[in-house]
């Protein structure tokens, strides 16, 4: 009889036998338990977009920056205790929350919109909304267009697997307009045919027309009407079920508006420690246990505005006054001040 | 005589070279069902961990958006199945377009590279080298945006005699009607067709008259009808030109990259094809006096389309599973539309995408069943 190491198929059946038999049973356990799995791991995945200024883009030496990368460097501060300690996995909006399902991302930070469907039918939760924002209009200036009545019969471009498809055909279906739709899988190639002259209109989310328009050839042709006509609340999601891990993404978020409602920045934060007054004794994590309570080590809420500042710092630096959007705080401000962030109190 | 006696089993098992492959490929049988079964569970587990929906309700839900290039009425009201099926008749046509331009071009190409004529080949060679090695996203970005930029725009576009006009969004053609007897008519010019050629080919004779029956026909039923016409010529308005039909440079752009590439790939099988053919069956025919087409006609491409045939299959599938590219440059085919916006839209990712592969293996599947009838026609009859 041969020897049996001369046979390659017996040595193909082994290997197969051993891989099926002793393979792990993938993930199921770990659903819940996100936040152990961060710290033991000792970075944060993050997903975000393949590219939009002000949201999560890599600049020229290939950081990512924007407002919703900010957010999670303040979810690894607030976590791990280093904002550096991000893994940022760029993802389409085709495969965005397959990647959060399927465990390959703990947060999806994407300017995605909050709806009915995604938090109930797609086992997702939006534990906070970090952006206000709605579906607006670009055209060319010399369209003469002023109000989106006037695009009946008009060719838009839209980026592909996004709550604007669906917004716009209500909106044209309700209004008896008819239009004609133009569906690209990627937002750079949307725009693109919009610049090329295929569109008439491209719209998205107004901050991504924002951010799409100092992109174009000439600017200045081109006018964002000041009409919205959808309400797209922009949150991070999570998995369903997992409520401790859901808690640090609210709670983060709160506390960075925490900060700039009492007027704790990047700069003053050190000072800030010395403070008498108790809630920001409690922010900082100086007194009281807040920290404990979430799993989080007692400073967190020094790391978030340490190493990346509070709610105003990352709306200024990204899509404010201190970035070439330039886009009002409007509804983002501080309930305060007219706006709809609002954090409930922190004790 | 009596029959030996049987072994027993054990050493019929391992003993026999029949045995020992029967118990092998038990084995492996084992195997594959075993890791089938294991991935099945665990996508089962995990689902139901997560709490995501499963099963197939989804497509009867109101998909809630638009689909720019249609063949079938559909509506932001019709549901998800309805779109699947536009999608899936989009990307057919496209195929089946793109399969039957290629063919005639590659056809060519390959007869041009075997042409004794040096600028011929040459330029054939160039082409056939070139867009075989650029990757087809590539070519199909090109032909897209290469076909937009230098276009006018609507209100600026060529003029054709008044009756269709070409700009970047199109080619705007006018449109005839014929109501109620559409169909009737279409039916009457296939029956007529389906008569002669019957006719043809059962008696030797065919009178050059016959050819009118396919004329005529169609004209009785429509007259019977009441002779219903509506023509429509399209009008500039606001943004866009209403009415008549258009032909979007999405789907230019898909058919002209999927045929120009594939054409290259299947002007090589036509060359390897005619290449194959002995040199003696041509200096036969020759001699016999035939003139060159007639011998390419009657005595090489018989020959050479056994070669030909079974290569060509690939290159089909190979043209129908790259118009999923569509995609890119948004042309509603079935991937855009179901495993695209359905998917976003639903969630449903493992249904979705299994859904599309089986449509996609059973539309190769046919393909290649209808050349393998073709390819029986043609290979050598062996005893």
């Known amino acids: 009889m041969t020897k049996l190491y001369r046979k390659p198929a017996l040595g193909l059946l082994a290997a197969l036998f051993g891989y099926v038999g002793l393979g792990p049973v993938q993930a199921a356990d770990t659903v819940g338990a996100t936040l152990g799995l961060i710290q033991q791991r000792g970075e944060l995945f993050c997903g975000v977009s393949e590219g939009l200024s002000g949201f999560s883009s890599p600049d020229d030496k290939g950081r990512w920056t924007g407002i919703d990368v900010d957010f999670c460097r303040a979810l690894a501060a607030a976590t791990l205790g280093d904002a550096a300690k991000v893994r940022f996995t760029p993802l389409s909006a085709k495969v965005r929350f397959t990647a959060l399902q399927s465990g390959e991302i703990d947060v999806l930070s994407r300017n995605t919109t909050f709806t009915f469907t995604r938090d109930v039918n797609q086992a997702l939760d939006f534990p906070v909304t970090t952006y206000f924002d709605g579906q607006g209009f670009l055209v060319r200036k010399a369209l003469n267009v002023t109000k989106p009545r006037d695009l009946d019969g008009a060719t838009l471009c839209v980026n592909q697997g996004t709550t604007t498809e669906q917004n716009v055909a209500d909106f044209f279906r309700t209004r008896g307009m008819t239009y004609e739709l133009v569906t690209f899988e990627k937002s750079e190639e949307a725009v693109a045919a919009y610049e090329a002259g295929r569109c008439d209109v491209y719209t998205s989310d107004a901050s991504g027309l924002y951010a799409q328009r100092i992109k174009l050839h000439v600017p200045g042709d081109h006018v964002i009407l000041p009409d919205i006509i959808s309400k797209e609340p922009l949150s991070p999601a999570v998995r369903e079920g997992d409520d401790r891990w859901a808690n640090v993404v609210r709670w983060t978020h709160y506390a960075m508006l925490t900060a700039e409602e009492l007027g704790v920045t990047q700069a003053n934060v050190e000072t800030a420690r010395k403070s008498d007054n108790p809630d920001i004794r409690r922010l900082l994590g100086i007194e009281g246990d807040l920290g404990a309570q979430l799993g989080l080590s007692a400073d967190w809420g020094y790391q978030v505005v340490k190493q990346v500042g509070n709610y105003a710092e990352v709306f200024d630096r990204n899509v404010g006054a201190g970035s070439p959007l330039q886009i009002e705080r409007g509804e983002n401000a501080l309930a305060r001040d007219g706006g709809l962030q609002f954090a409930p109190p922190m004790r | ?383």
């Not at chain 2, 029967?22 to 665990?42: D, E, F, K, T």
């Not at chain 2, 006009?165 to 080619?171: E, F, I, S, V």
């Open chain 2, 1 to 383: 005589m009596d029959k030996a006696p049987r072994r027993p089993l054990l050493e019929r098992l391992t003993h026999g070279a029949s045995g020992r492959a029967v118990v092998a490929q038990l084995a492996l049988l084992l195997v594959v069902v075993l890791a089938g079964g294991w991935i099945s569970h665990n996508t089962i587990v995990n689902l139901q961990a997560r709490n995501l929906a499963s099963g197939f309700g989804f497509l009867n839900y109101t998909a809630g958006f638009a689909i720019s290039q249609s063949p079938i009425p559909y509506s932001e009201q019709s549901t998800y199945g309805r779109a699947l099926l536009a999608g899936l008749i989009n990307t057919i046509n496209v195929s089946l377009v793109g399969i039957v331009c290629a063919t005639v071009l590659g056809y060519i190409l390959g007869l041009a590279r075997l042409s004794r004529n040096i600028l011929i080949s040459g330029l054939a060679t160039i082409y056939v080298e070139t867009l075989r090695n650029v990757p087809l996203l590539l070519q199909l970005f090109v032909w897209y945006f290469a076909v937009l930029q230098p276009l006018p725009k609507p209100s600026a576009s060529f003029d054709l005699l008044g009756l269709a006009y070409l700009h970047n969004r199109g080619l705007q053609l006018p449109s005839v009607s014929l109501g109620a007897a559409g169909w009737p008519v279409f039916a009457a010019v296939l029956t007529g067709l389906l008569v002669v050629a019957l006719w043809a080919r059962y008696r030797r004779y065919i009178s050059r008259l016959a050819v009118l029956v396919p004329v005529l026909l169609p004209v009785f039923v429509w007259m019977v009808y009441g002779a219903p016409f509506e023509a429509q010529i399209p009008q500039l308005e606001r943004f866009n030109f209403v009415g008549g039909t258009v032909v979007r440079p999405e789907l230019m752009a898909l058919i002209v990259a999927l045929s120009t590439y594939t054409a290259a790939f299947i002007a090589e099988i036509v060359r390897a094809g005619i290449l194959s053919v002995p040199r003696g069956q041509i200096e036969a025919a020759q001699a016999l006096g035939l003139r060159r087409g007639h011998i390419r006609r009657s005595v090489v491409m018989p020959q050479a389309l056994r070669v030909i045939i079974p290569p060509l299959t690939s290159q089909y599938l190979n043209l129908t599973k790259n118009s999923s590219l569509a995609v890119a440059i948004a042309f509603p085919d079935l991937v855009s539309v179901f495993a695209g916006t359905t998917l976003s839209q639903t969630g449903q990712a493992v249904e979705i995408v299994g859904l599309t592969m089986a449509i996609y293996l059973t539309l190769s599947l046919l393909i290649a069943a209808a050349m393998n009838l073709a390819n029986r026609r043609f290979a050598l009859k062996e005893r």
